[in-house]
């Protein structure tokens, strides 16, 4: 099991750029890929991006490609995710989650608590 916990979340105007941070503990952090998940109230919590675990390859929803960027650093075992351009409709709790490399939420088993980001127009 992986633990997870996510910053960085806040207000931001549209256009605004955030950086949200997931940081893990338990040793097997490297030998996963970790995804970044978001729900809107009201709506399915839908993909956002995802990194495998050496960070060689990197995946993007194509409601978020050209604008977010996923990273990792398995020395500090973190995970990033850099949000450029938002808009209002990238408002959201972001959760990230440690699994295999899958697109699809059941697939994670180890999920963070959430971070909220709100994006003013």
């Known amino acids: 099991q992986v633990q997870l916990v996510e910053s960085g979340g806040g207000l931001v105007q549209t256009g605004g750029s955030l950086r949200l941070s997931c940081a893990a503990s338990?040793?097997?952090?490297?030998?996963?890929?970790i995804a970044w998940f978001r729900q809107a109230p009201g709506k399915e919590r839908e993909f956002v991006a995802l990194?495998?675990?050496?960070?060689?390859?990197?995946y993007y929803a194509d409601s978020v490609k050209g604008r977010f960027t996923i990273s990792r650093d398995n020395a500090k075992n973190t995970v990033y995710l850099q949000m450029n351009s938002l808009k209002f409709e990238d408002t959201a709790v972001y959760y990230c989650?440690?699994?295999?490399?899958?697109?699809?939420?059941?697939?994670?088993?180890?999920w963070g608590q959430g971070t909220q980001v709100t994006v003013s127009s």
């Open positions: 989650a440690a699994g295999p490399t899958s697109v699809l939420s059941y697939d994670y088993d180890s």
């Open positions: 338990g040793r097997t952090f490297s030998s996963r890929s």
């Open positions: 990194i495998n675990r050496s960070g060689g390859s990197t």
